[in-house]
């Protein structure tokens, strides 16, 4: 049985206006146009800490994104970017597309890799360069070559899938020190046929699967090389004294 065949609500994304307000709910009244993070339902519970009114100038249509872009926000956040980085997005979905949008109007060079040709044309609309992995192209060679031999800054995995293959990617085509920030549920396992990158001086398959063993076993670990972030992590984990300058926190 698929996911499609299970009784599960639908949807996170909606835009409503409100019927009734909770006791003790205040900024919220009835009549009021909201986006929500509810469910795809004709009357939705949602709480108020989840909703946000939307301005009179702001369409139904273009409001209904407003949690989508949410989630492309918080890892954009998470990643810290500054003028003039270089950002790989893996994963070119809705989510993905916005994030190299958001990326592009911060004046970050963005590299978007996928499989349809249809959504990396859409990329490159907005400034970014591509990578069509459904032609064969290698996404570490051309982040190396793009970044001379240095390696991207930061990656973003925008990408839903349960193969290991885009965070061994993103790991190998990441400068020292590079950001990796997941915002889906992509596994962290490392391949043991993985091999680094020297163009980019990514870690081997053993230091990464190290680094993730840690991970899943500690409250939070400092790694040298790199940060491993998701919207999930936990925020202010303490700094181990002089081992490294880069965190993995591990998810609430």
């Known amino acids: ?20 307000v909770g006791a003790g709910v205040t900024g919220f009244a009835a009549g009021d146009r909201v986006a929500s993070n509810g469910n795809h339902v004709e009357v ?38 500054t003028l003039g980085e270089t950002f790989a ?3 070119l979905g809705l989510i993905g597309l916005v994030t190299a949008q958001l990326l592009r109007a911060n004046e ?10 249809t959504k990396l044309a859409a990329a490159r609309a907005m400034g970014a360069d591509t990578v069509n992995r459904g032609a064969g192209q ?23 899938t349960d193969s290991p ?29 993985t091999t680094p990158s020297a163009s980019c001086d990514g870690p081997s398959s053993a230091t990464l699967r190290r680094c993730l063993m840690r991970w899943r076993k500690a409250s939070w670990w400092w790694w040298g090389w790199c940060r491993i972030d998701s919207p999930w992590t936990r925020p202010n984990a303490p700094r181990a004294g002089g081992l490294a300058r880069c965190a993995v926190s591990t998810p609430r």
Do not use: H, W
């Open 1 to 20: 049985m698929n996911k499609l065949d299970q009784p599960l609500p639908l949807g996170y994304c909606n835009v409503g206006v409100v019927e009734q």
């Open 44 to 81: 939705v519970c949602v709480p108020a800490i989840l909703c946000s009114k939307v301005p009179d100038g702001v369409s139904d249509d273009d409001a209904a994104f407003t949690v989508l872009s949410s989630i492309a926000l918080q890892g954009i956040r998470l990643a810290q970017p």
């Open 89 to 91: 997005v893996i994963g």
């Open 108 to 117: 970050c060079k963005v590299i978007g890799i996928d499989f349809d040709e």
């Open 138 to 160: 290698d996404p570490v060679a051309f982040a190396g070559t793009f970044t001379a031999g240095r390696g991207v800054d930061a990656v973003i995995i925008t990408a839903a």
């Open 165 to 193: 293959e885009p965070m061994q990617s993103a790991a190998r085509m990441s400068r020292k020190r590079g950001r990796i920030v997941s915002v889906t549920t992509t596994p962290m396992r490392s391949a043991a046929t």
